[in-house]
């Protein structure tokens, strides 16, 4: 039987390290690379971090063509 570990570092921390690290993605870039660390983030899970992200005033999103957004890390 699989052994679940805790993550050291909740979804939305490692969000933001990343957008520290690199500038501004898009979400879809941003979302492979957190995928890629938690196996079970969904993209449903991923907008509400956002979104929480965004009302908070970490982070901006913009829209560049249909589907695809900008985020970036506010300072």
Known sequence: M????????PAY????EVLK???????????EVLSEEFKDLGFKD??????????TGKIRTTSMVRGKRRVELLT
């Open 2 to 9: 699989p052994v679940k570990t805790w993550k050291t570092h």
């Open 13 to 16: 921390y490692v969000l933001l």
């Open 21 to 31: 690290k690199r500038g501004a993605m898009t979400d879809t870039e941003l979302f």
């Open 46 to 55: 991923f907008n509400e971090f956002l979104m929480r992200l965004e009302v």
